[in-house]
């Protein structure tokens, strides 16, 4: 008989997230009751669990890296939780917060943006080691040294300024850093987004070996399906602020159900013209995320739309093909119900 194995208690559990932008705000425009809302984030709920890698696609707009950015509190959410290691950090004070960020980094996107272009690059490794009061500049310039060895950077490049070294040694310098603290979760946010082809590769298989060696868990953002195939366990879809769909990666790259999704791996680069498949490009662009279409957000843009789409926002719930899905099109699982309570569209 083969015994139940307990899955684990999720490392990070983000509940009906939201994070909202206030435009036009003007005094008057405000004393008119005229300002407009930007919904980045708007009800997103996902677990990660241990030493797993969560990938988030989607077009440009869709609230990918807002959702990173809120999860680590760079932006502060508008409502709902974020809870690490069982520990609600949205109800952090300040101070509680800057503890909690020892174990939870982030890896920006552009690595020349990202540090102060006067430090010198130990100094950049350091500087989370000196915010949080670990060590004495002995310690810390040793463990810089470590970190960049750790990276494949050799101590020649201690000394260096920022504009002295390649993008791609600079992204290396980006994640010693955000490892300087020895967290358990990193957000990387489009690491390899501003990188050469050839350097995409060495920073992946990077991260791929620091996951593995240092049993990380990643939430990885990209809008590159070949890049999320190689490092993602599981990959969440997002479309105007909302996860449309949500499973393994062998589930969403080998019967991708959400009209969306399918479009998105329709649209990736195949070098086999016999991989490539019919359906097209999504189409159109995306919707303004002030005045969001009423119904399912896509269904402006869905060949398959039918007329309940354009009133109802459909709930994600576990489809029969066994991930979660946002679409009235597709069958449910004749044995899961919904496993999230219906989104009413603000």
């Known amino acids: 008989m083969t015994e139940n194995v307990p899955t684990p208690a999720p490392l990070l559990s983000v509940k009906d997230l939201h994070t909202h932008f206030p435009v036009g705000g003007g005094l008057l425009t405000k004393l008119r009751g005229q300002q407009q809302i930007v919904h980045a984030l708007d009800g997103v709920s996902v677990d990660i669990a241990p030493r797993q890698t969560l990938a988030i696609i989607g077009e440009s707009g869709s609230g990918k890296s807002t959702m990173g950015r809120s999860i680590l509190r760079l932006e502060e959410p508008t409502g709902g939780s974020v809870s690490f290691r069982g520990r609600d950090i949205t109800s952090l004070s300040r101070e509680e917060l800057r503890r909690e960020r020892q174990h939870m980094q982030m890896v920006f996107q552009n690595p020349y943006s990202s540090v102060n272009k006067r430090n010198r690059l130990v100094d950049i490794i350091a500087e989370p080691l000196r915010v949080h009061g670990v060590g004495d500049a ?71 070996d620091l996951k593995s060696e240092l049993g990380l868990t990643m939430m990885f953002i990209s809008h590159d399906l070949a890049v999320v195939s190689y490092i993602a ?47 097209s490009a999504p189409l159109g662009e995306v919707p303004n995320a002030i005045t969001r279409p009423t119904g399912c957000f896509y269904s402006p843009r869905c060949p398959l739309a039918e007329a309940k789409c354009f009133t109802d926002y459909p709930r994600l719930e576990t489809k029969a093909a066994g991930q979660q899905v946002a679409c009235h099109l597709v069958a449910p699982s004749p044995l899961v119900g919904a496993t999230q309570l219906p989104i009413t569209p603000v």
């Open 233 to 279: 366990d599981q990959i969440a879809v997002m479309y105007l602020g909302r996860i449309v769909e949500i499973g393994s990666k062998q589930q969403l790259e080998s019967a991708p159900q959400h009209p969306y999704t399918k479009a998105l791996f329709a649209a990736a680069p195949k070098p086999d013209p016999r991989l490539r498949k019919k359906e």
């Open 138 to 208: 002995s310690s810390r310039r040793q463990r810089s040294v470590e970190l960049l060895e750790l990276v494949g950077l050799n101590r020649d490049f201690l000394h260096r300024y920022p504009h002295e070294v390649s993008g791609g040694q600079l992204q290396r310098v980006g994640i010693a850093r955000a490892l300087a603290t020895n967290p358990e979760f990193l957000v990387a946010d489009e690491p390899t987004a501003s990188l050469d082809v050839s350097v995409r590769a060495q920073v992946m298989n990077l991260l791929t």
